[in-house]
């Protein structure tokens, strides 16, 4: 079915491929952007970035290595395992989160210097946000590459596949960087609690996905799997914050912290 | 040799922090609901439900289990 010949018919064969691509890398590339944001604005930026510039270098090297057979690499298991990761860490975070909202409420959420939070202040690698970053990109950028060869050597339109597909993760990456000011404005506590929420809920759709179990609605449900932890997690709060059950969590938080 | 005997405690210990940390039953509890995921998915039977549940079920029962281990015995009674 190719159409290259004419300039009119070679543009409305390479749109399609364009706009698919760049959606489709748009949607990774935003999970991707979403948990080094994250991860970075509640662990500290350096070891975040570093396993994210890790985490591209190792995908060049499997894509250079790989090239058009890169389709061929079984991504099921890798899902699983990130996946698995990611969600028994989210759902640490996602407790402390909700336990530390319930204590302190949403009122007065400047940061406070007494706050307990999980900012690493040591000299070395922070290794919990430099995996965290690595493994998201890593994914997610392998879930990109996926999308460039199957549309681009499906439509024999490699080269704009691959054009959109960068433009999708330059895009989408420089929208996280301009977030990423606004980000770091709000409380600890509240962004271990919104972190905790995201790795859970990508973890539980990567983890389940990885088992070959299809989500209805597709990629949609993340966003059904989020509203349900969302809700899940209000009620928690709400139920902390009853009674006698703040003062005491107040007094104690030091203790959950950690 | 003692540097990477360091290296490699080190590296186990992250690992088990990142996986264990402070509650056992939550990486027990995703490992479970994985498998009964996997399980499910074998009979055909609608397995994506398990892991949005065991999530519900483990996050509350994890803020439990955080207070009584920190002996908040108070905040139990009064739950």
Known sequence: MCLAGSGDAGVTAILPVLITAFLASSVEAIEMVTIVVGVGATRGWRSTLLGAAVGFVVLAVVVAVFGLALSAIPIAPLRLVIGALLLVFGLQWLRKGVVRVAARGFAGMQVDANQETEMWTEKGVDWTAFV?????????GLEVAFIVVSVGATAGQLGPAVASGAAALLVVGAIGAVLSRFVARIPRSFLQLVVGLLLTTFG?????????????????????LLA??????????????????????????????? | MMRVASWLVGFGRFWYRFIIGDDWTVAASVAFGLTLTALLNRGQFPAWVVIPLVVIVVLRASIQRSKRTKGHAGVKRAG
């Open chain 1, 132 to 140: 965290l970053s690595f493994k998201g990109v890593l994914l997610e």
């Open chain 1, 228 to 258: 349900l932890y969302l809700l899940t997690a209000v009620i928690n709060i709400a139920v902390e914050r009853r009674g006698p059950h703040r003062v005491r969590l107040t007094g104690n938080l030091s203790g959950v912290a950690r």
């Open chain 1, 204 to 224: 539980s759709f990567w983890a389940t996905e990885g088992l070959g179990v299809s989500w209805p609605g597709g990629d949609v449900a993340i966003l059904g």
